[in-house]
Protein backbone atom coordinates (compact mmCIF):
# COMPACT_ATOMS: atom_id res chain seq x y z
CA UNK A 1 0.00 0.00 0.00
CA UNK A 2 1.47 3.12 -0.77
CA UNK A 3 2.31 5.59 1.83
CA UNK A 4 2.89 2.23 4.52
CA UNK A 5 6.73 1.75 5.85
CA UNK A 6 8.50 -1.00 5.08
CA UNK A 7 11.30 -1.68 7.72
CA UNK A 8 15.42 -1.15 6.17
CA UNK A 9 16.80 -3.84 8.51
CA UNK A 10 19.13 -7.04 7.31
CA UNK A 11 15.97 -9.70 8.08
CA UNK A 12 16.30 -13.19 6.34
CA UNK A 13 14.93 -13.13 3.13
CA UNK A 14 11.77 -15.01 3.80
CA UNK A 15 10.79 -12.60 6.68
CA UNK A 16 8.43 -10.05 6.11
CA UNK A 17 7.42 -6.66 7.70
CA UNK A 18 5.68 -3.39 7.51
CA UNK A 19 4.37 -0.33 9.11
CA UNK A 20 0.60 0.98 7.94
CA UNK A 21 -0.25 4.59 8.74
CA UNK A 22 -3.20 6.74 8.55
CA UNK A 23 -3.56 6.24 4.75
CA UNK A 24 -5.69 3.73 2.66
CA UNK A 25 -8.60 3.17 4.66
CA UNK A 26 -12.18 4.12 4.94
CA UNK A 27 -12.56 5.71 8.62
CA UNK A 28 -13.87 8.69 9.26
CA UNK A 29 -12.25 11.76 11.09
CA UNK A 30 -11.22 11.66 13.90
CA UNK A 31 -10.12 8.01 13.03
CA UNK A 32 -9.20 8.64 9.41
CA UNK A 33 -8.41 6.91 7.35
CA UNK A 34 -6.81 3.61 8.08
CA UNK A 35 -7.77 3.36 11.84
CA UNK A 36 -6.93 -0.84 12.69
CA UNK A 37 -8.27 -0.31 16.56
CA UNK A 38 -11.56 -1.70 17.58
CA UNK A 39 -11.44 -0.63 20.88
CA UNK A 40 -11.58 3.37 20.11
CA UNK A 41 -15.00 3.77 19.22
CA UNK A 42 -14.61 3.91 15.60
CA UNK A 43 -17.35 2.51 13.44
CA UNK A 44 -16.81 -1.11 13.77
CA UNK A 45 -17.48 -1.87 10.17
CA UNK A 46 -15.07 0.75 9.54
CA UNK A 47 -12.38 -1.09 11.37
CA UNK A 48 -13.41 -4.18 10.16
CA UNK A 49 -12.86 -2.64 6.51
CA UNK A 50 -9.91 -1.19 6.72
CA UNK A 51 -8.53 -4.78 8.73
CA UNK A 52 -8.82 -6.87 5.43
CA UNK A 53 -7.64 -3.90 3.46
CA UNK A 54 -4.47 -4.82 5.50
CA UNK A 55 -5.11 -9.09 5.39
CA UNK A 56 -5.61 -8.44 1.49
CA UNK A 57 -2.35 -6.49 0.40
CA UNK A 58 -0.04 -8.96 1.89
CA UNK A 59 -2.20 -12.34 1.73
CA UNK A 60 -1.97 -12.77 5.07
CA UNK A 61 -3.55 -14.07 8.34
CA UNK A 62 -2.91 -11.31 11.23
CA UNK A 63 -3.36 -12.60 14.74
CA UNK A 64 -4.70 -9.28 16.62
CA UNK A 65 -4.20 -9.10 20.35
CA UNK A 66 -5.99 -6.73 22.95
CA UNK A 67 -3.16 -5.03 24.41
CA UNK A 68 -3.26 -4.18 28.03
CA UNK A 69 0.17 -2.63 28.73
CA UNK A 70 1.64 -6.30 29.79
CA UNK A 71 4.29 -8.43 29.60
CA UNK A 72 2.28 -11.89 28.17
CA UNK A 73 3.40 -13.12 24.86
CA UNK A 74 1.50 -15.99 23.00
CA UNK A 75 1.43 -17.70 20.05
CA UNK A 76 -0.17 -15.98 17.39
CA UNK A 77 -3.15 -17.47 16.35
CA UNK A 78 -5.62 -16.15 13.91
CA UNK A 79 -8.53 -17.63 15.61
CA UNK A 80 -8.89 -16.22 18.32
CA UNK A 81 -8.16 -12.57 19.71
CA UNK A 82 -6.01 -12.96 22.71
CA UNK A 83 -5.12 -10.89 26.13
CA UNK A 84 -1.03 -10.43 25.32
CA UNK A 85 1.08 -7.25 24.56
CA UNK A 86 3.43 -9.98 21.95
CA UNK A 87 2.91 -13.00 19.75
CA UNK A 88 5.43 -15.18 18.09
CA UNK A 89 5.21 -17.35 15.01
CA UNK A 90 7.30 -19.88 13.24
CA UNK A 91 3.92 -20.41 10.80
CA UNK A 92 4.25 -18.55 7.37
CA UNK A 93 1.57 -16.28 6.49
CA UNK A 94 0.59 -15.85 10.01
CA UNK A 95 1.55 -11.96 11.06
CA UNK A 96 2.43 -10.97 14.41
CA UNK A 97 1.19 -7.46 15.53
CA UNK A 98 1.67 -4.79 17.35
CA UNK A 99 -0.81 -1.96 17.31
CA UNK A 100 0.14 1.59 18.57
CA UNK A 101 -0.47 5.11 18.81
CA UNK A 102 2.88 6.42 20.40
CA UNK A 103 3.70 3.41 22.65
CA UNK A 104 6.91 1.76 21.16
CA UNK A 105 6.18 -1.19 18.63
CA UNK A 106 9.46 -3.72 18.31
CA UNK A 107 9.70 -6.52 15.76
CA UNK A 108 11.92 -10.09 16.15
CA UNK A 109 13.05 -12.22 14.00
CA UNK A 110 15.92 -14.92 14.46
CA UNK A 111 18.62 -15.08 11.97
CA UNK A 112 18.03 -18.41 10.52
CA UNK A 113 14.32 -16.64 9.32
CA UNK A 114 12.30 -19.22 10.82
CA UNK A 115 10.77 -17.65 13.58
CA UNK A 116 9.27 -14.43 14.63
CA UNK A 117 7.59 -12.23 16.76
CA UNK A 118 5.80 -8.58 17.51
CA UNK A 119 5.58 -6.65 20.84
CA UNK A 120 3.66 -3.44 21.90
CA UNK A 121 5.71 -1.72 24.71
CA UNK A 122 4.72 1.39 26.45
CA UNK A 123 6.60 2.98 29.51
CA UNK A 124 4.93 0.60 31.30
CA UNK A 125 5.31 -2.75 29.50
CA UNK A 126 8.80 -1.87 28.70
CA UNK A 127 9.50 -1.43 32.46
CA UNK A 128 8.27 -4.50 33.42
CA UNK A 129 9.71 -6.56 30.80
CA UNK A 130 7.70 -7.31 27.85
CA UNK A 131 10.93 -7.66 25.17
CA UNK A 132 12.20 -9.52 28.02
CA UNK A 133 9.29 -11.81 27.59
CA UNK A 134 9.28 -11.45 23.85
CA UNK A 135 13.12 -12.48 23.22
CA UNK A 136 12.35 -15.27 25.88
CA UNK A 137 9.63 -16.59 23.20
CA UNK A 138 11.48 -16.80 20.27
CA UNK A 139 13.63 -19.51 21.69
CA UNK A 140 16.89 -18.94 20.73
CA UNK A 141 20.42 -17.22 21.85
CA UNK A 142 20.36 -13.77 21.82
CA UNK A 143 23.18 -13.16 19.46
CA UNK A 144 21.11 -14.61 17.14
CA UNK A 145 18.16 -12.29 17.50
CA UNK A 146 17.44 -9.23 15.16
CA UNK A 147 14.92 -6.46 16.22
CA UNK A 148 13.63 -3.58 14.36
CA UNK A 149 12.29 -0.57 16.64
CA UNK A 150 9.54 0.77 14.88
CA UNK A 151 7.36 4.54 14.98
CA UNK A 152 6.67 5.98 18.15
CA UNK A 153 6.26 8.87 20.81
CA UNK A 154 10.06 10.81 20.44
CA UNK A 155 12.67 11.85 22.74
CA UNK A 156 11.17 15.86 22.34
CA UNK A 157 7.59 14.96 22.95
CA UNK A 158 7.82 11.94 25.63
CA UNK A 159 8.15 14.64 29.33
CA UNK A 160 7.65 12.05 32.39
CA UNK A 161 8.04 12.32 35.66
CA UNK A 162 10.78 11.46 38.05
CA UNK A 163 9.09 7.87 39.49
CA UNK A 164 9.41 6.44 35.86
CA UNK A 165 12.84 7.46 35.57
CA UNK A 166 13.45 5.59 39.26
CA UNK A 167 11.60 2.86 37.61
CA UNK A 168 13.91 2.29 34.96
CA UNK A 169 16.83 3.27 36.86
CA UNK A 170 16.15 0.67 39.64
CA UNK A 171 16.68 -2.03 37.41
CA UNK A 172 19.39 -0.87 34.74
CA UNK A 173 21.31 2.13 36.21
CA UNK A 174 22.57 2.80 32.74
CA UNK A 175 18.81 3.93 32.02
CA UNK A 176 19.72 7.26 33.45
CA UNK A 177 21.03 8.43 30.13
CA UNK A 178 17.85 7.96 28.64
CA UNK A 179 16.13 11.03 30.12
CA UNK A 180 17.25 14.64 30.54
CA UNK A 181 15.48 17.41 32.28
CA UNK A 182 12.81 19.03 31.09
CA UNK A 183 11.91 22.61 30.76
CA UNK A 184 9.43 21.89 33.52
CA UNK A 185 10.90 21.92 37.29
CA UNK A 186 10.93 18.29 38.51
CA UNK A 187 10.08 16.16 34.56
CA UNK A 188 12.57 14.31 32.26
CA UNK A 189 12.09 14.14 28.77
CA UNK A 190 12.66 10.24 27.87
CA UNK A 191 13.76 8.59 24.81
CA UNK A 192 11.82 5.19 25.26
CA UNK A 193 14.26 4.29 21.83
CA UNK A 194 17.21 4.50 23.69
CA UNK A 195 15.69 2.76 26.89
CA UNK A 196 14.55 -0.13 24.71
CA UNK A 197 18.35 -0.42 23.29
CA UNK A 198 19.82 -0.60 26.57
CA UNK A 199 17.56 -3.35 27.86
CA UNK A 200 17.99 -5.18 24.73
CA UNK A 201 21.81 -4.77 25.39
CA UNK A 202 21.53 -5.83 28.54
CA UNK A 203 20.18 -9.30 27.82
CA UNK A 204 23.02 -9.76 25.05
CA UNK A 205 21.21 -7.88 21.87
CA UNK A 206 22.62 -5.44 19.80
CA UNK A 207 21.06 -6.28 16.43
CA UNK A 208 19.05 -3.23 17.17
CA UNK A 209 17.61 -1.11 14.36
CA UNK A 210 14.96 1.34 13.02
CA UNK A 211 13.84 4.42 15.83
CA UNK A 212 14.42 7.56 15.12
CA UNK A 213 10.71 8.38 14.47
CA UNK A 214 8.30 10.36 16.41
CA UNK A 215 4.88 9.68 16.15
CA UNK A 216 3.52 13.30 17.61
CA UNK A 217 5.25 15.26 15.10
CA UNK A 218 4.95 13.10 12.08
CA UNK A 219 1.38 13.61 10.91
CA UNK A 220 1.92 10.34 9.21
CA UNK A 221 1.22 8.55 12.16
CA UNK A 222 -1.85 8.04 14.99
CA UNK A 223 -0.93 9.62 18.31
CA UNK A 224 -2.83 9.58 21.58
CA UNK A 225 -0.62 12.47 23.35
CA UNK A 226 -1.29 14.43 20.06
CA UNK A 227 -4.99 13.53 20.02
CA UNK A 228 -6.68 11.56 22.51
CA UNK A 229 -9.68 10.81 20.60
CA UNK A 230 -7.51 8.76 17.56
CA UNK A 231 -6.67 5.56 15.90
CA UNK A 232 -4.48 2.91 15.94
CA UNK A 233 -1.47 1.95 13.33
CA UNK A 234 -0.03 -1.49 13.01
CA UNK A 235 3.56 -2.84 12.54
CA UNK A 236 3.01 -6.11 11.22
CA UNK A 237 5.97 -8.93 10.85
CA UNK A 238 5.38 -12.56 8.81
CA UNK A 239 7.58 -15.74 7.67
CA UNK A 240 6.56 -15.79 3.64
CA UNK A 241 4.68 -18.14 2.77
Request: charged share 20%; proline share 7%; glycine share 10%.
Amino acid sequence: MSGWLIPDWPAPAGVKACVTTRAGGVSLAPFDSLNLGDHVEDSPEAVSENRRRLTDAFNIQPAWLRQVHGVVVVEADPGQIAEADGSWTGTPGIACIAMTADCLPALFCNRDGTRVAAAHAGWRGLAAGVLEATIKSLGVAPAEILVWLGPAIGPHAFEVGPEVREVFMRQLPETARAFVPSLNPGKFMADIYQLARLRLAAHGITAVYGGGFCTVTDPRFYSYRRSPRTGRFASLIWLER
